[in-house]
């Protein structure tokens, strides 16, 4: 019992700062019934942060209005030149062209894939809104890939220039995207042309980064035997550099090519423009689901077939690559030659120029059919699924405990004696763990249970400034401390308290359940090859595809509401936690498991006492991309009518607000940013 | 050293300092300072020195082997003579041209017209195949197509890759793909041979094989030749001129047998108590004038390894004779005085 006692008074000191932000906390939530603004922020005490970014705004606007309109002139004029030769010209002639681009690319499967994703394009009718897509991430592809390396070889050249780089790139990535449509909306008026630059802005940093990469991972050996060849600088960067970081770049093409189409079929939620995002959104609100389906199967082939003839690019460039393709020389012609040919042939034959009606099939109908059969039969069983998880878990989250339990949701009321046993438990939990030395276990089962318990939107924002500031101050100094300390203060005077903490409740059951089930069968696939095999085309799948197509088998089947919008995001975001926790299970080296095995260890300890904390930090990097993966998620599932800051944002754009948009799309990227960086402390203690 | 003719190479003081601000370092007083104190003035100011005071000849046609350790300082001197660093201050002749002084552009045509490097890890470059890669510092130079690949080709031969001119690095396996560096490195015929631990990368049977290849080009081509290796005994097979660093100075130079038999310090001696000397010191190495006793003996040359010399004394033999090229008796062997300069520790033969 001296040891235990022992140990008591260490761990209290270790913890003394904890437990004086819990005090205070609890004393905050004694008096929360007097005083209102300890839990909600009073709004005296914001800031106009919104209006100062419109003014801001403004008068970028009046300055530059002429600039972009005129750039925004320029980029229409390209994409009516894409459009034309997509839309304008037979049908024969694009596929014609995007055939033998694949196969110039990886050969005859990839090009017979092409033509038959293709032919189900044009066979579902919905082949131009498809190209109007198609044209638009073809006109903000070469940009995004100039712009991209020229800033990544800036970065690559200068350390200076990286420095301002590298923070860009995660601004440009953990800032929604929906919140700088607005700014570009109003700088570039209405029109394709938004979604064209956003989808350049969003797409830019894969390219800035694999560019950076490869010219990093140039061998210095292949560059010293440049110079003394004698290279002049052109000469070595034309034919040493360049050559040697190509692979690596064309890495970033094939991410750049998913993320600027994501990013058009985003920006289709601005509307005005006939392309396939938009095709689905309206389906969506129309509550036609069957449509929303098959123009979703539709972005989803586009997403394929962008992605494979991307990276086969990238793969032939690999060593061992067993497809060459044709010199450029020799390609140029053959391809228009076929262009002309496939030309001559639709006018000859007009069913080559327009497809024929009666070889359109939309089984949209059948789809809707199926589905209120569907929700009909097993109405009750997944009602009660949704009710479950809403009533448990959910809700708990959002208003705590003592809110969430009531009669209608568990059946039971909240009693003083289960409210004195809840605490008492916790507190005995807390005790047990400081008394055998972890301190560190013993605040984090009194943080848990205070947070189910108030809720997420219950807690005074002092205490979660606090505890906030002082976890990132323990885990990485200062810097880490200001910056999580300041982003909360942020969100306080930006006056987006509120929202923000719906959407940290929503994204952390979210993410509780994609580290839960993710981890699982992480772990079930590492164990097994099949399982393996099995859930590697799925997880790929899930992350090539257009973020907002996930919503539409949620929303068929479970209507508008948190519930479907925490399946989207858990369906997105599962994906890094499955690959992590498999590779890094995988990746044990096998000497380890032989050691353990020597050392008697069964099949139980050897998972919990070997391959467990070796795999670890990869796990944690799985934790870390989960989280990213989630918030990004959320403000796309906004569309499916959750509340929080994802709302505030897409609020803000129906009302081309650009100052609320990009108060609320700044504050979600500083939670993203605060939670990243909180992590990769976390990955660096343990590394 | 012999001085037949002037040096082909001539590096002078050269020093090679890392920090914040090397140049500063050895401005002003430095000249001056004695040697010890320059080393303690450079720590002082919290820089690190990597090549101290480096001088040395090469002359035409020679093999100069530079030994060292890992830290030694032996590839930032190579590095620093081919001006892949700059080095701090100091002097490198080629003929008589200066070559830290050389601007870009010079130095751009030095490259292309006189120097050859091999390196470690090969340097290929992975997108271009056997026959671009040898023909790469004559498109630098600027040569029509069919001209470097006809060249290219004749060193492809050379190095024993005919067949091989379409294959890509990657196809290749190590040995192979230094024999494309090395077939590179030659393409522009160039005076300058520099090697950088060109077989250490390498499998010990392909290592041995690669250095008797080595051996057998610079029989044809007569390069002058800087060859960097950690391996002393790869130094002893394959130099002239021995050069030993530590620390970034210069321990001692000289002929293999020179430094086999002469160690300059107890650092030196360490690395030839691993050396197998019967197999490295020449009858030449370690004879004694000649002994006339009126009976024949039997004879060796003067470059017979003492092995096959000790294989010649028997029962009764107690006297081989080291007879050059002419017929001329140089000198002569006796057991005692074998066995003396075979055994590590003890007394060289003049001492």
Redesign the interface.
Known sequence: MTGFARRFRASCRSARPWLAVLGLSALLLAQRAAFPQIVGYPDAWTLPVAEAINRVMDGLVAQFQGVARAVSGGLNLAFSGVRALLIGSPWAVPVCLFCLIAWQGGGRRLALLTGALLLYILASGYWEPAMNTLALVLVALPLSILIGFGLGYLGFRSAHARRVILPMLDLMQTIPAFAYLIPILLLFGFGPVVGLIASVVFAVPPMVRNTILGFERI?P??L?????????RP?QFA??EL??A?PQMLVGVNQTTMAALSMVIIAAIIGGFEDIGWAVLSAMRKAQFGQSLLSGAVIVVLAILLDRVTAAYAAR?L??ASHAGLPLRRFAPVLAAALIAAFLAAQALPALRDWPAGLIHSPAQAINAATTGFVLAHGELMAALKNGVQFFLLLPVKLGFERAVVPFTWGITLTPGMKAAYWALAGLGCVLAFGRGRWKGGIAVLVVAGFLYFGATGLPWATVLLLTTLLAFQLGGIRLALLAGGAVVYLLVAGLWQQAMISVYLCSVAVFLCILLGGLIGIWAAASDTVSAIIRPINDMLQTLPQFVLLIPALMLFQVGDFTALLAIVAYAIVPMIRYTEHGLRSVPATLIDAGRACGCSAWQLFWQVRLPQSLPQILIGINQTVLYGLGMLVIAALVGTTGLGQAIYVALGEANAGAGLAAGLGMALIAMTADRLLQAVIRGRA | MTSRAAPKLSVRNLWKIYGPNPRRIVSGAFRDMTHERRLEHVREARHFVAAADVSFDVHEGRIFVIMGLSGSGKSTVLRAV?R?DEPTCGQVFLDDTDLLTASPRAL??????K???V??????????DVMQNVA??L???GLPRDRREARAREMIDLVGLKGRERS????LSGGQQQRV?IA??LA?EPELW?LDEPFSALDPLIRAQMQDEFLRLQKQLHKTIVFVTHDFLEALKLADTICIMKDGEIVQIGAPAEIVLRPANAYVREFIGDVPLAHVLRAGDVMSPPRNDGRAHPSVPPEAILEDAIRLFGETTETVDVVGADGAVLGSLQPLQVIRSLHHDGPGPDR
Do not use: D, N, T
């Not at chain 1, 010293?224 to 002049?232: D, H, T, V």
């Open positions: 061998p050996a292949v010293e035997s440049a110079r003394m060849s004698g290279c002049s000469q034919w040493a050559p040697s190509l460039q060593p061992g | 081919s892949l751009i045509e030095i490259r292309r017209r120097m050859g490097m390196f470690q890890s090969f340097g290929l470059l992975p997108h271009l790469f510092p498109k630098a130079q890509y690095p990657h196809q560096g590179r490195s522009v520099f």
